[in-house]
């Protein structure tokens, strides 16, 4: 079973910045197209960003020209740089397949922005 890693997190100041990793073990990551995700307190979890297992790239429209989304298949790791964070940015990310989320979750990764 495919054991996700995230990290990075941490509190910052609205307009900082961020670089969350998401490390995969025992899991085809390679070959996988790859996801963020987040949920915040009383909402429903949803997806930030997506990268196929080429390269191409989605941002939802909230995190569009703030947030990139990459990875390195030879480390099995994905990144997201969080640039120009905004207090609603507050939330736990996660890492998963995309564009469904197939693995089992990890435990997520605390970013929090305060105004």
């Known amino acids: 079973q495919v054991q996700l890693v995230e990290s990075g997190g941490g509190l910052v100041q609205a307009g900082g910045s961020l670089r969350l990793s998401c490390a995969a073990a025992?899991?085809?990551?390679?070959?996988?197209?790859m996801a963020w995700y987040r949920q915040a307190p009383g909402k429903e979890r949803e997806q930030v960003a997506n990268?196929?297992?080429?390269?191409?790239?989605n941002h939802a429209d909230s995190v569009k020209g703030r947030f990139t989304i990459s990875r390195d298949n030879a480390k099995n790791t994905m990144y997201l740089q969080m640039n120009s964070l905004k207090p609603e940015d507050t939330a736990v990310y996660y890492c998963?397949?995309?564009?469904?989320?197939?693995?089992?979750w990890g435990q997520g990764t605390q970013v929090t922005v305060s105004s």
């Open positions: 998963n397949t995309g564009p469904v989320p197939l693995w089992n």
């Open positions: 025992g899991g085809s990551f390679s070959i996988r197209p």
């Open positions: 990268i196929g297992r080429g390269g191409s790239t």
